[in-house]
């Protein structure tokens, strides 16, 4: 069983899609069954600003339409997958808090996404984020999660949560697995050494799944490269034309040899030039499926309740087996 999920936070970029939701789409195979979730309980966890004043953004409804738009439009089928709001099953959030009751406060400080995010007022939220995580997962007694690489730390404490309910409890919930995807860090447009994310401040650091073709072509002109004229791959002393190799190769469905060969006589001028054409590509199909999607918004909101519904089932069977077993009476 694969589970796994994204947050409605904002623009969904090429990371994201890379790194996660074409590999989604991909493992949606007769014989598979695929769980993927809109989290819009952890897309709460950075809403509240502590400025001049206290504010919480409540834009969560229209990024969740938005992103089950792109989504679908990716090639996730509600028909074969699983597919829900995290907030509609609220056994998640119980699970959360049986979590927080069987394991020491400390596991969770050692986690690099707590440190790298929080700032001088963060939520309680932001801090219990992994236990959330860890619901999502153990909740569906997934086997593999298909995350980027900068989820496999809580990948890899879920698993230590599943062995505490295991050893504690006599339950024989299933160890999940990080499953990595061919493109699991996808790098800044402009720094090769750090993560295309979201949260970036810039906006020209990433590509969004809605970025018009225009600004597809001059985030693309205007990325990072070096003063060398060839093309070639070397992820240590040229790390942001190596990214756009890896992108380019995701893609255009070439191995990077195929690529580097194709290149290699080649300016980066045209590279540059034929990145941005593949990319505009593949988001424009996107775009005009998503389009269409968002025409229909009652049958969009239909779909995930059915996926909700139908999440809960499987949701509810397991939650019920871990309370019986912790002592609950159920
Ligand atoms: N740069 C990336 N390369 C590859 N995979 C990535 N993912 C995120 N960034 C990259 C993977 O995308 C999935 C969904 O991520 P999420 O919902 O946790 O997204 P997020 O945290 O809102 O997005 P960002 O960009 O990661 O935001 P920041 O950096 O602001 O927190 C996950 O599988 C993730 O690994």
């Known amino acids: 069983m694969y589970f796994s999920g994204i947050q409605p936070t904002g623009k ?11 590999n989604w789409v991909k493992l949606q195979q007769p014989g598979n069954q695929n769980i993927y979730c809109i ?40 028909k074969q997958s699983v597919f829900f709001i995290q907030s509609h099953v609220p056994e998640h959030a119980e699970l959360q808090w049986i979590l927080s009751c069987i394991a020491p406060k400390n596991w969770l400080n050692k986690m690099t996404q707590y440190k790298d995010k929080k700032k001088e007022y963060s939520t309680l939220g932001l801090y219990t984020y992994p236990l959330l995580m860890a619901a999502d997962i153990i909740l569906y007694q997934a086997q593999y999660v ?38 699991p860090k996808i790098m800044s447009l ?19 799944i809605d970025d018009s073709k225009e600004e597809i072509f001059e985030k693309i002109k205007r ?28 893609f255009s469905n070439l191995s990077m040899e195929q ?13 540059k030039r034929d990145l941005s054409e593949l990319i505009a590509n593949e988001l424009n199909t996107i775009a005009q499926k998503k389009k269409q999607i968002l025409n229909n918004q009652s049958e969009l909101e239909q779909t995930l309740k059915e996926g909700s519904m139908k999440a809960r089932e499987i949701a509810s069977k397991n939650l019920k087996l871990i309370k019986e077993n912790i002592g609950l009476l159920v």
């Open 259 to 271: 690529v580097i060969e194709k290149y290699l006589t080649k300016t980066t001028v045209d590279f």
């Open 223 to 250: 990325s990072k490269t070096d003063s060398i004229p060839q093309i070639y791959f070397d992820q240590d002393k040229r790390p942001e034309i190596s990214n756009l190799l890896r992108i380019y190769s995701a």
């Open 12 to 22: 969904m970029h090429i990371g994201n899609y890379l790194g996660a939701v074409r």
């Open 146 to 183: 298909p995350v980027g690489l900068d989820q496999k730390q809580h990948i890899e404490l879920t698993r230590d949560y599943v062995q505490r309910l295991n050893s504690l409890f006599k339950l024989n919930i299933v160890e999940p697995q990080y499953l990595e995807s061919t493109c």
């Open 39 to 78: 989290v819009d309980l952890h897309a709460l966890t950075d809403k509240l600003t502590i400025d001049h004043e206290i504010k919480f953004d409540q834009n969560t409804k229209s990024d969740t339409l938005s992103l089950a738009a792109t989504l679908i439009a990716s090639g996730i089928n509600p």
């Open 190 to 208: 402009r720094d090769g050494n750090k993560k295309m994310s979201k949260s970036d401040a810039i906006d020209g650091n990433r590509i969004n």
